[in-house]
Structure formats: C-alpha cells, structure tokens
C-alpha cells in the first residue's frame, strides 16, 4: 500500500517562498511509470494541479504556475518537495501530494496524501 504524507509549515508571509516536503512509502519515486504530483484546493475552490515529477526525474508544471513553481525529489529519502516563491494571500489552500500513473496532467490520481493547510498572511 502506497502512502504520502505532507509536511511543511502552515503558515508563511507573503513574498516569502512556501516549501512542503512529500514523504513516500510502501513504493519507490523511480518506479517505471509513476507520477508524483502536486495539487492544491483554495478556500471554496476546487482542486488545481499545479506540478509533478516524473519517475525519471522530468519535471511537469502549470503554465499558470510555472514562473513560481519548482519541483525536486530526493531519492534517497524517497521523497519530493514543492517550493512556491513570491507568495500571496491568494496561494492560501490545502496542499495535497498525490500519485498518477500517466503523464501529468492526468487528473486520475490513484494515491493521496491527507493535505496540509498552508496560511499565507502576515
């Protein structure tokens, strides 16, 4: 059984730059053809996908995003990290990993992690 986990802080100032760490287990990051992604939920909105990383280490991103938005993985500790620079107000959501198995975006994800409540507001 394939479980993520968030973590990061719940809060951050604007302008500053959110990091969350996705920590997998029972399944490897490199295993032929999976897709580590991550979404995010605005108050009263629904699900946005915003960026993943490929099990060879590609890197997919939002085009409404992808100035902001960079995507890395440590395989050693069989996780990846989202960093989310120039934050706003408006980047205020919950923060869900999950996993797909097609290439990004798939919008079918068959794994998710519980999400995280990221705050930004100063």
């Known amino acids: 059984q394939v479980q993520l986990q968030e973590s990061g802080p719940g809060l951050v100032k604007p302008s500053q730059t959110l990091s969350l760490t996705c920590t997998v287990s029972?399944?490897?990051?490199?295993?032929?053809?999976?897709?580590w992604s991550w979404i995010r939920q605005p108050p009263g909105q629904g699900l946005e996908w915003m960026g993943a990383i490929g099990y060879s280490g590609v890197t997919y991103y939002s085009p409404s995003l992808k100035s902001r938005t960079s995507i890395s993985r440590d395989t050693s500790k069989n996780q990846f990290t989202l960093q989310l620079s120039s934050v706003t107000p408006e980047d205020t959501a919950v923060y869900y990993c999950?996993?797909?198995?097609?290439?990004?975006?798939?919008?079918?994800?068959?794994?998710w992690g519980q999400g995280t409540q990221v705050t930004v507001s100063s």
């Open positions: 029972g399944g490897s990051i490199t295993t032929n053809y999976f897709y």
């Open positions: 999950a996993r797909e198995s097609t290439a990004p975006p798939s919008y079918e994800y068959d794994y």
